[in-house]
Structure formats: C-alpha cells, structure tokens
C-alpha cells in the first residue's frame, strides 16, 4: 500500500507527496521524509512525528515534538491508528496534511495518469470548470474578410501605438536616471552611516562573546564564595562543639576549595579569546543518523585543511563498535552548509575515529596537537569548544539556514593518566568529540564522557598522544 499526503495549510499548502515506505518521518529536518519548510513552518520540529505502517494498518507517533501533534484536532498521547481521510496537525497553529492510503498498483512505477491525478487533486478545485466550454464556431468566409480588412484598416493605429510606447519608455527611463543621479550622494551618505553602525555593532559582539566566554568562571567563583561561606558557619559550628571528627572533615574541604579556587584563578590568566580566533572555526557540528528514528549531534573538528576531522568511536560506530551509519553529515562554525561526511576509521584502544569531507577549497583546522604527554599537566587552564546541546543551541537564524556557533566553557586539568585525562570543567563539557585546548592554542585532549554523578562538572578526555598515534595508523595525515 502507499501512503498520499496532502499539504492543507502552511508553507507547503496544495502540494501533495506520495510514500511507499513502512516508516515515513515528519519534520523540518533535512533527513525527514516529509520536510516541512524550515523558516515558515516553526511551529513543526525538527523530528515532529512519524508514520509507521504495522501490517494492513498505519499508526501516528509523535517523536517529543515541541507543540505536539493532532488528529482531527485531537492531541495524540501515544501511538495512534489512523486511516484515510483523517487531518495530522503540527501543533495548534501550524500546519496541517491530509492522510490517505492508495492501493498497491500493479506496477513499480507510478503511471503517468496517476501523477496527472495528484496534480488535479493538488490544485485548487475552483480551477476545474464543470462542464467544459463549447467550441467557438467556424468563421464563415465573410467573417474572415471582414476581420482580414479590419487588420488591414488598424495597422497604421497599431504602428503609431507601438512609437508612442517606445516614447513613453524612454522618457521613463530618462526621469529614473535622473532620480538616480539626484539621489546619489543621499544613498552614498546612507551607506557610510551603515558602516559606521556594522563596525558598532560588530564591537559590542566581540563584547559580548568575550562576556559569554568568561561566564563560567563568574559562576565557578561564586560557587566558590557560597561554598566557602558555608565552611566558615560550619567551622564555627565546629569550633563550639569541638568535634575532632567535623574539623577533621572540614579541613579537608577547605583545602579541596582552596584548591579549585587556585585553579580558577589560574584559568582566568588564559587569553581565551586568542585560543577561540584561532581554532572555533575548525570546530564542526556533526550529525550521525543510524537509522530514521537515530539521529545524533555531536562534535567534530579538523585536523588538516584537506578536510579530516577527529571525533569519537562511539560516535561513528556506536558503544559496541559495530554500527555504521546511514549518512553523515557536517557543519562547520560560522557556516549554514552541510557537508556530507564518509569514516576513515576508528581507533582499536581509544575512543577516537576519523572521518573525511571534501569541500573545495579545503577546511579551517585548528592550530595543531600538543607535542607529547607532557604537554598537559595536573592544574593546567583548559578551554573546551564544542556543540553541547546540538542544533538547540542558540544560533543566528533557525531551522536548515542555522549558522553553526559552538559554545566554550572551561576548566582545570585534575587529574593526567596513560590513556585518560580529566578535567574539572565550570561549566557545560561541551559534547563527546570536542577538542580540549591547553594554554597555547593546541588540541591537547578530544573529550568522550564525563562522571554522571558529577552533573558535568567532571569529564573524560582522550590524550592527544592518543590521536596522533590513531592518525599514524589510519595514515589520514601526512
């Protein structure tokens, strides 16, 4: 059987669309069976719902869309039985299609009269007249000389209307040029105003990203100050009673905030503002889509300009390491374009894998991998660039013309080991394959997890000795 969709109302309104699949999704999402229009149709998500054929019968599931979805303007809860006729809504006030189910047809093809029938029905009905019109009769041949002599007669009339229009064109076009010429020292002055304002404007970004930037670390020192404060009551508390247990404790504490603190102060020295110049636009979004309900964002980034970008095993192939994805598909900071993405391979003993794009002209990259093991060192300030929150992260424009912006946060190196390095962040870790950047602007880590318990404040990065090493192997670099 095939499943016919029929636009009523939106960006799409008249069109129809017919599917012969047993899973077809809906949304706004470029991988989305049924696309609605990503700048028009806003109130549809990305992943808004999907139609799932189970034997003789077709269900609706709504996929956690933001508005929800309806069927004849009831909210579906769960997985709903549909049939011909009824009217899928995308959220109270958006759009909305028709669902009909067609008869399997005796060939693979759809036949010529069937497209010519989803035209017809397509179309606006008042189009179609219902009783066609009554051929004008035959001329008779009077008729015919009359109108050959009336031709005749007009063709003087018909040659001056042609050389007054040509006159009425030129004396348009002479005032337009006029107009032009008077007015242009008013635009030249207008453009020059809009210069002045785009330098101001692009000024107050620059601020206020460097504000963004420096966000986590104001959070993680009043963190700091709340929690010294409660060391202070407590020892107070302590001090009273003279319980040797609780200050025992309570010295402990008060040493691992010292500790932080310290941290904090040194990561506040970075220039992380240099490392962001130089490095964000090298740091791509990546969505892997292993089947029409398995789609995941993540983070990428390029480690040459011929377009070879390190993220995680996982992320490629899966936890288990036996996956593969229907498509890949890559992003870079400050782009709206996707670019589509193939694996070179993965690392057997750390979570790392590769993967190529080719874009003309080559990639950004970033400024490089740290030197050896060394590089990074217990209490070292890093910065982490990366999309933790994929496509709802707050971005210019929306939907497919979403210009990508990583986010960065940052922290200190807590603890350095053969295969693990982990960092204290103050912030958001930034997703699985974000690079971790040390001090002079050199990828000295890729992240891949963080301790649950933590609620992100402790994360798991794989050590850039690690990706050089998985480099060399796959030869993805020369």
Known sequence: MRVQLRYLSGARAGQVEVFRKAYIGLGRHPLSDARFDAERDLDVSSRHAAIIRQGDRFILRDLGSKNGTLVNGRLVAADLPIKDGDVIGFGAQGPSVEFHVLEADAREDVSAAAHASAARISSPRDQFQAVPPTPAPARSSTAARIATEVQHQTRHLRRTTKVLLVLLLASVAGFTWVQWRSARNAREIVSLQARADSLNVAAQQLL???????????????????????????????????????????????????????????????????????????????????????????????????????????????????????????????????????????????????????????????????????????????????????????????????????????????????????????????????????????????????????????????????????????????
């Open 208 to 478: 206020t990203r460097l504000q963004s930037e420096l966000q986590s670390l104001r959070d993680a020192l009043r963190q700091s100050q709340l929690e010294v404060a409660h060391l202070r009551s407590e020892l107070a508390a302590a001090g009273a009673s003279g319980d040797p247990t609780s200050v025992a404790r309570l010295r402990a504490e008060l040493a691992s905030a010292e500790t932080r603190q310290r941290g904090i102060a040194d990561a506040a020295t970075v220039d992380y503002r240099a490392i962001s110049h130089h490095n964000a636009d090298a740091v791509a979004l990546l969505e892997v889509k292993f089947s029409d309900v398995e789609v995941f964002s993540s983070t990428a980034f390029a480690i040459d300009s011929q377009g070879t970008l390190v993220t995680n095993r996982h992320v490629l192939v899966g936890e288990e390491g036996n996956r593969r994805p229907l498509a890949i598909a890559v992003k870079f900071s400050g782009s709206k374009q996707w670019f589509r993405g193939r694996i070179v391979g993965v690392s057997d003993s750390a979570d790392i894998g590769v993967l190529k794009v080719e874009i003309r002209g080559g990639t950004p990259r970033v400024t490089g991998l740290a030197a050896g093991p060394e590089s990074v060192q217990r209490g070292d300030p890093v910065a982490i660039i990366g999309y933790p929150l994929g496509e709802d992260l707050p971005m210019e424009r929306q939907g497919l013309s979403a210009i990508a912006d990583p986010t960065l946060t940052v922290g200190t190196v807590s603890k350095v080991l053969h295969a693990v390095v982990q960092v204290d962040g103050y912030g958001a870790p930034g997703s699985s394959g974000s690079p971790v950047f040390g001090r002079d602007g050199r990828v000295v880590a890729v992240l891949y997890g963080g301790e649950r318990e933590s609620q992100g404040k402790i994360i798991y990065a794989v050590p850039a000795s690690a990706v050089a090493e998985c480099l060399r192997r796959l030869q993805a670099i020369h």
